[in-house]
């Protein structure tokens, strides 16, 4: 009876010491959806995991459509016979189309919905991959690659703030960073595409036009998912929200998070509704605002689209034939999908500011490899000893006129050849191969002895590239690729969600123009050759390092409606914050940050013991006690 007795007084105790441990968080946070076990609670994981599925799909479009060009665009130049400028407005012109949408999305989102506009862009998708498909010529392709553009900018800003204001907090992070890793995942299966249909006749076609297939299926998916609680609560639907969060969640107290939204609602409620300059008009949001679109922009103009729209025409300036690019494109791109993999299991554990910051110094890293990569290409080129007068010279921007002394000027310019066997640069290209100088070997093969050398030369220096740029997008997956999503997902407040991600997706579409519309002009010899583009990027990297050092707060584990405390400084005239200031006075910096710190925990804990506190006497009016009093 002694043993038995003891073990009960234990359980008894282990029971009563249970809801202090529970104090130190909202139950809807610690909801364990990866560690499911009633019915209830399995249900509802599921749900939310469907949910951000079906609207992931958006996500997968928006990596195909974005990556497909990259394998695409070797044939399209090829059979459409495209100049330099036509290649880079079909690859622009999406992301121009993407701004309009970004922009345009966040009015859309705030008038009729988040579902609603996820349904619009699917719509949009189809339609654009219908056009490209059966495109004549150049300029319908372009209109294709236009209204694809639309759909993404619509989908790009939506989808992660639907999934943001439908996830508990606890997973906030690794559901949204599962969008991003559709979005990479999207881009693998755009690779493998290209591959597969490289040497069919037209097969650019069928790379563009596929996209239709799953556009179609999302349609009708997002037909039978619910419209975000939060943005139902703002429109005065309390009942419909209530029952739609009783969905998502694994347990029947969502009284606490019910109260949490209906305060943040009601704290807004009386503002007009949000306008551009309202986005500055507080300090908070202003600091949240300059936060965001820093990272949007950062992201973008570290380079990655520029991998991931030409990385198969990298691949062919690094020496390697059309079809062996395209398919080490496709395989490439893999990288950042493992990397998005290795963020949703440590975004959780290591927080958004350790995975951006780790993220973004390796990338730098990489891309100086690239380069490196690169210079070392044009470093050990052949020598060239005898020059056509038409081929003599290369013109700099930087450094002006400079004379070619290696196969690796010689073919930077199109109308250009290199014959090893006599060490010559001469005038001529790809169709124009038959001059007695230098007799093309059976087969007409590039670099073959006695062959022409057109667009590149050897390079025993290639397979630096090819791992350069693996390392570079397995470490862009693991915090720029994703982060800059989920946190401007997070830090702006209800009233102004929709339209402070309107514009910052639109800053990252404009930084896609930029880089997407610049890379082959960019990468010219004329301007900053091959190397100096790469090591561009990485100054921009090391430059918003630095920056985001001192700027980018945690927001791991946060509820949506007290991310904005993290941006309150002294002097923001926020009541509270002025007394603070004045016992401040006559101590160290360091005092001062302490105290900033503690009075920010204070505004958070002040707000959630207030919503704490409506919930449970809701709770106890109701007939049962459901929240803790903590």
């Given at each position: 009876?002694?043993p038995?007795?003891?073990q009960?007084?234990q359980?008894?105790?282990?029971?009563q010491?249970?809801?202090?441990?529970?104090?130190?968080?909202?139950?809807?946070?610690?909801?364990?959806?990866?560690?499911?076990?009633?019915?209830?609670e399995v249900?509802?994981?599921f749900?939310?995991?469907l949910?951000?599925?079906?609207c992931?799909?958006?996500?997968?479009?928006?990596?195909?459509?974005?990556?497909?060009?990259?394998?695409?665009l070797?044939?399209?130049?090829?059979?459409l016979?495209?100049?330099?400028?036509?290649?880079?407005?079909?690859?622009?012109?999406?992301?121009?189309?993407?701004?309009?949408?970004?922009?345009?999305?966040?009015?859309?989102?705030?008038?009729?919905?988040?579902?609603?506009?996820?349904?619009?862009?699917s719509?949009?998708?189809?339609?654009?991959?219908?056009?490209?498909?059966?495109?004549?010529?150049?300029?319908?392709?372009?209109?294709g690659?236009?209204?694809?553009?639309?759909?993404?900018?619509?989908?790009?800003?939506?989808?992660?703030?639907?999934?943001?204001?439908a996830?508990p907090?606890?997973?906030?992070?690794?559901?949204?960073?599962?969008?991003?890793?559709?979005i990479?995942?999207?881009?693998?299966?755009?690779?493998?595409?290209?591959?597969?249909?490289?040497?069919?006749?037209?097969?650019?076609?069928?790379?563009?036009?596929?996209?239709?297939?799953?556009?179609?299926?999302?349609?009708?998916?997002?037909?039978?998912?619910?419209?975000?609680?939060?943005?139902?609560?703002?429109k005065?639907?309390?009942?419909?929200?209530?029952?739609?969060l009783?969905?998502?969640?694994?347990?029947?107290?969502?009284?606490?998070?019910?109260?949490?939204?209906?305060?943040?609602?009601?704290?807004?409620?009386?503002?007009?509704?949000?306008?551009f300059?309202?986005?500055?008009a507080?300090?908070?949001?202003?600091?949240?605002?300059?936060?965001?679109?820093?990272?949007?922009?950062?992201?973008?103009?570290?380079g990655?689209?520029?991998?991931?729209?030409?990385s198969?025409?990298?691949?062919?300036?690094?020496?390697?034939?059309?079809?062996?690019?395209?398919?080490?494109?496709?395989?490439?791109?893999?990288?950042q999908?493992?990397g998005?993999?290795?963020?949703?299991?440590?975004?959780?554990?290591?927080?958004?500011?350790?995975?951006?910051?780790t993220?973004?110094?390796?990338?730098?890293?990489?891309?100086?490899?690239?380069?490196?990569?690169?210079?070392?290409?044009?470093?050990s080129?052949a020598?060239?000893?005898?020059?056509?007068?038409?081929?003599a010279?290369?013109?700099?921007?930087?450094?002006?006129?400079?004379?070619?002394?290696?196969?690796f000027?010689?073919?930077?310019?199109?109308?250009?050849?290199?014959?090893?066997?006599?060490?010559?640069?001469?005038?001529?290209n790809?169709?124009?191969?038959?001059?007695?100088?230098?007799?093309?070997?059976?087969?007409?093969?590039?670099?073959?002895?006695g062959?022409?050398?057109?667009?590149?030369c050897?390079?025993?220096?290639?397979?630096?590239?090819?791992?350069?740029?693996?390392?570079?997008?397995f470490t862009?997956?693991?915090?720029?690729?994703?982060?800059?999503?989920?946190?401007?997902?997070?830090?702006?407040?209800?009233?102004?969600?929709?339209?402070?991600?309107?514009?910052?997706?639109?800053?990252?579409w404009?930084?896609?123009?930029?880089?997407?519309?610049?890379f082959?002009?960019?990468?010219?010899?004329?301007?900053?050759?091959?190397?100096g583009?790469?090591w561009?990027?990485?100054?921009?990297?090391?430059?918003g390092?630095?920056?985001l050092?001192?700027?980018?707060?945690?927001?791991?584990?946060?509820?949506?409606?007290?991310?904005?405390?993290?941006?309150?400084?002294?002097?923001?005239?926020?009541?509270?914050?002025?007394?603070?200031?004045?016992r401040?006075?006559?101590?160290g910096?360091?005092?001062e940050?302490?105290e900033?710190?503690?009075?920010?925990?204070?505004?958070?804990?002040?707000?959630?013991e207030?919503?704490?506190?409506?919930?449970?006497?809701?709770?106890?009016?109701?007939g049962?006690?459901?929240v803790?009093?903590?």
């Amino acid at each position: 009876m002694g043993p038995s007795h003891d073990q009960s007084q234990q359980q008894l105790l282990q029971q009563q010491q249970q809801p202090q441990s529970q104090q130190q968080q909202p139950y809807y946070e610690s909801t364990p959806f990866f560690h499911l076990q009633s019915p209830k609670e399995v249900q509802a994981g599921f749900y939310i995991f469907l949910l951000t599925g079906i609207c992931a799909v958006s996500s997968l479009l928006f990596g195909y459509d974005t990556g497909v060009v990259s394998g695409a665009l070797l044939s399209i130049r090829n059979d459409l016979q495209l100049r330099d400028w036509e290649q880079e407005l079909i690859v622009s012109i999406t992301t121009i189309g993407a701004v309009v949408g970004s922009l345009s999305g966040g009015y859309l989102n705030e008038k009729v919905g988040r579902r609603p506009v996820i349904l619009l862009s699917s719509v949009i998708f189809t339609v654009g991959a219908v056009v490209m498909g059966v495109a004549p010529d150049f300029s319908v392709l372009t209109v294709g690659r236009a209204i694809i553009g639309l759909a993404i900018g619509f989908s790009s800003m939506t989808v992660p703030i639907y999934i943001a204001e439908a996830a508990p907090s606890s997973i906030r992070g690794r559901l949204v960073t599962m969008n991003c890793i559709f979005i990479t995942g999207g881009q693998f299966v755009a690779g493998m595409v290209d591959g597969g249909f490289a040497e069919v006749p037209g097969g650019w076609r069928y790379m563009l036009g596929v996209a239709a297939i799953p556009a179609a299926m999302q349609f009708f998916g997002v037909l039978f998912l619910p419209e975000s609680p939060r943005w139902l609560v703002a429109k005065g639907k309390v009942e419909e929200a209530r029952e739609v969060l009783g969905r998502l969640r694994a347990s029947e107290n969502i009284g606490f998070e019910m109260a949490e939204i209906e305060e943040d609602v009601a704290a807004t409620a009386s503002l007009p509704s949000a306008r551009f300059k309202d986005l500055w008009a507080s300090p908070p949001i202003r600091r949240a605002m300059v936060l965001g679109c820093g990272l949007m922009l950062l992201q973008q103009l570290s380079g990655i689209n520029t991998v991931m729209y030409y990385s198969a025409s990298i691949y062919n300036m690094a020496g390697f034939s059309d079809t062996a690019s395209i398919w080490l494109a496709g395989f490439t791109a893999l990288a950042q999908f493992v990397g998005m993999l290795a963020n949703m299991a440590l975004v959780e554990k290591w927080g958004r500011r350790t995975l951006v910051l780790t993220s973004l110094s390796l990338v730098m890293i990489s891309l100086v490899a690239i380069g490196a990569s690169f210079y070392l290409a044009m470093a050990s080129s052949a020598a060239v000893k005898v020059v056509d007068p038409m081929c003599a010279t290369v013109s700099n921007i930087f450094v002006g006129a400079f004379q070619v002394t290696t196969c690796f000027q010689c073919v930077e310019n199109a109308a250009c050849g290199f014959c090893p066997s006599l060490e010559a640069c001469m005038s001529g290209n790809k169709t124009m191969d038959t001059m007695e100088s230098c007799p093309v070997s059976n087969g007409g093969g590039r670099g073959m002895e006695g062959g022409w050398t057109y667009g590149v030369c050897e390079n025993p220096y290639g397979y630096m590239s090819v791992a350069s740029m693996v390392l570079y997008l397995f470490t862009f997956g693991l915090g720029m690729g994703a982060m800059p999503w989920t946190i401007c997902a997070e830090i702006f407040p209800l009233h102004v969600r929709s339209l402070a991600n309107s514009l910052t997706t639109g800053v990252n579409w404009l930084g896609n123009v930029v880089i997407s519309a610049t890379f082959l002009t960019v990468a010219s010899p004329h301007v900053l050759t091959q190397y100096g583009a790469f090591w561009m990027y990485a100054l921009i990297s090391f430059s918003g390092l630095v920056g985001l050092s001192f700027t980018l707060p945690e927001t791991k584990g946060v509820p949506l409606e007290e991310i904005e405390a993290l941006f309150v400084r002294p002097g923001d005239g926020i009541p509270g914050i002025e007394e603070e200031e004045e016992r401040g006075e006559g101590r160290g910096e360091e005092r001062e940050e302490e105290e900033l710190s503690v009075l920010t925990s204070s505004l958070t804990g002040g707000a959630r013991e207030r919503r704490r506190m409506t919930a449970q006497n809701a709770a106890v009016e109701g007939g049962r006690v459901e929240v803790d009093s903590h």
